[in-house]
């Protein structure tokens, strides 16, 4: 009897000592840090602008193609985000995200949502980059000029025009030892350095 005492005290403490560490770990994990890391391979109705600086720079065709695609009203933007994913070094383990929802803002205005179903692997003080491909149709979201929509694409690359607004609203789900858990909240990922 008493050897059947011990072992249920013993199992007790062992599944108190887990869940502690299990609920320590899990508030630790909602310290990871989001950002947008860089964006890449912008193009504007099948424009890349990686080389152009401004809309004085685009060839008379490309200028023809914009022009067209604004006539018809079918302006597609496509580009790669990247979303860095920082583990703080306060955080002693790993972090395994497993999806996450996301919606795009441009210039404060909602625009596409998807959804992120692969698994990335956030090392305890580490990084990882999280990548996102990205396809919208502006005119959608945005009535402007050729020479404005092609302003808001030369922005986002960094490569000319104003700087603008870009933001992903998110909800992360992290894999923890109690299964998978999903922020109760969206969280904003902004950077200061993109356009």
Do not use: H
């Not at 994990?29 to 809309?55: C, G, H, M, T, W």
């Not at 079918?74 to 955080?91: H, K, M, Q, R, V």
């Not at 205005?109 to 996102?132: K, V």
């Not at 690359?157 to 992290?174: D, M, Q, V, Y």
Request: aromatic fraction near 6%; charge should be negative; proline fraction near 6%.
């Amino acid at each position: 009897m008493r050897r059947v005492a011990s072992l249920l005290l013993f199992c007790t403490l062992a599944a108190s000592s887990l869940s502690c560490s299990a609920l320590k770990e899990i508030a630790n994990l909602r310290n990871l840090v989001f950002s947008l890391d860089r964006i890449a391979d912008v193009q504007l109705a099948d424009v890349p602008l990686a080389n152009i600086k401004a809309y004085d720079d685009l060839q008379f065709t490309e200028v023809a193609r914009l022009g067209r695609a604004v006539v018809n009203r079918e302006i597609p933007l496509s580009f790669d985000l990247n979303i860095g994913a920082e583990n703080p070094p306060e955080n002693n383990v790993q972090a395994r995200m497993v999806r996450m929802d996301w919606t795009l803002l441009l210039e404060d205005t909602e625009t596409i949502s998807g959804i992120i179903d692969d698994e990335f692997l956030i090392p305890a003080g580490g990084t990882a980059t999280i990548p996102l491909s990205i396809n919208l149709e502006l005119f959608s979201f945005f009535d402007k000029s050729a020479k404005d929509l092609v302003d808001l694409a030369l922005s986002l690359s960094g490569a000319g025009g104003e700087p603008k607004n870009i933001k992903i609203r998110a909800l992360p789900t992290i894999n923890t030892p109690l299964g998978p858990i999903r922020y109760s909240d969206p969280i904003t990922i902004v950077s200061k350095t993109v356009g």
